[in-house]
């Protein structure tokens, strides 16, 4: 029996790439289930706070965000938006950065953390990027955050007692410090079993190749083991 690939993924709940490479990534992972001897792999979310000073409720829309927190000119900021737009178009997802509302998001990844516990953080990720991105669903609020998570098939009053408790708040800070001692500073960053580091939201085709590529080796090691 070989064992599964092993992926994990540091990314932000409010990061356009992060959700563009996620979409790749389960894009390129469904390409190569399709093969004869497809490769079984495991994908674990990992926390990544972009702006972890961004306050819960933050009055403007993007535009205003990145020109007063990040410096950026205006005109530039919507260049940059519409790339993003189109690129995520491209990955099949329809970003409406005229709904996004900006927050903090350690409570979202508190409640990935939660999820994860509950063997449901895939579907929790998925859900929350797509209520940021796509919705303009305020994931500051404990709330909305408690509605997604029961979206995501979780019990929603366990839910809101992981958020209200804050007892995952740790392994948020474990996951930011191991991103640190990876040398981490941007994402979305895949680490392919442990070994192989892949910065950014690759093509679909990338993760294909990568997947393939180590599933292989799990095979000639299971071989020399043998």
Same mark, same amino acid.
């Given at each position: 029996?070989?064992?599964?690939? =092993?992926?994990?993924?540091?990314?932000?709940?409010?990061?356009?790439?992060?959700?563009?490479?996620?979409?790749?990534?389960?894009?390129? &992972?469904?390409?190569?289930?399709?093969?004869?001897?497809?490769?079984?792999?495991?994908?674990?979310?990992?926390?990544?706070?972009?702006?972890? *000073?961004?306050?819960? *409720?933050?009055?403007?829309?993007?535009?205003?965000?990145?020109?007063?927190?990040?410096?950026?000119?205006?005109?530039?900021?919507?260049?940059? &938006?519409?790339?993003?737009?189109?690129?995520?178009?491209?990955?099949?997802?329809?970003?409406? !950065?005229?709904? &996004?509302?900006?927050?903090?998001?350690? =409570?979202?990844?508190?409640?990935?953390?939660?999820?994860?516990?509950?063997?449901?953080?895939?579907?929790?990720?998925?859900?929350?990027?797509?209520?940021?991105?796509?919705?303009?669903?305020?994931?500051?609020?404990?709330?909305?955050?408690?509605? &997604?998570?029961?979206?995501?098939?979780?019990?929603?009053?366990?839910?809101?007692?992981?958020?209200?408790?804050?007892?995952?708040?740790?392994?948020?800070?474990?996951?930011?410090?191991?991103?640190?001692?990876?040398?981490?500073?941007?994402?979305? !960053?895949?680490?392919?079993?442990?070994?192989?580091?892949?910065?950014?939201?690759?093509?679909?085709?990338?993760?294909?190749?990568?997947?393939?590529?180590?599933?292989?080796?799990?095979?000639?090691?299971?071989?020399?083991?043998?």
């Amino acid at each position: 029996m070989t064992d599964a690939i =092993k992926i994990d993924v540091w990314s932000d709940i409010a990061c356009p790439w992060c959700y563009i490479g996620k979409r790749n990534l389960e894009n390129g &992972l469904a390409a190569a289930a399709a093969d004869d001897d497809a490769p079984q792999v495991e994908v674990t979310f990992h926390s990544f706070e972009l702006s972890p *000073d961004t306050p819960v *409720d933050f009055d403007g829309g993007e535009t205003d965000y990145l020109a007063t927190h990040k410096g950026i000119p205006a005109d530039q900021v919507q260049q940059m &938006l519409e790339r993003v737009t189109g690129v995520a178009a491209g990955a099949g997802l329809e970003y409406r !950065f005229d709904l &996004l509302k900006h927050t903090n998001t350690v =409570k979202a990844h508190e409640l990935l953390h939660f999820a994860k516990e509950q063997g449901r953080q895939g579907e929790t990720a998925e859900r929350l990027m797509s209520a940021y991105f796509t919705e303009g669903r305020h994931l500051g609020r404990e709330d909305e955050l408690v509605a &997604l998570a029961a979206d995501a098939g979780l019990d929603p009053d366990a839910a809101r007692e992981a958020l209200q408790s804050g007892r995952f708040l740790s392994a948020v800070r474990a996951d930011q410090a191991q991103a640190t001692a990876y040398g981490i500073t941007g994402v979305p !960053f895949f680490v392919i079993d442990g070994k192989y580091g892949v910065s950014g939201a690759q093509p679909a085709d990338a993760f294909s190749q990568i997947v393939r590529q180590v599933w292989s080796e799990h095979r000639e090691g299971v071989a020399a083991n043998g």
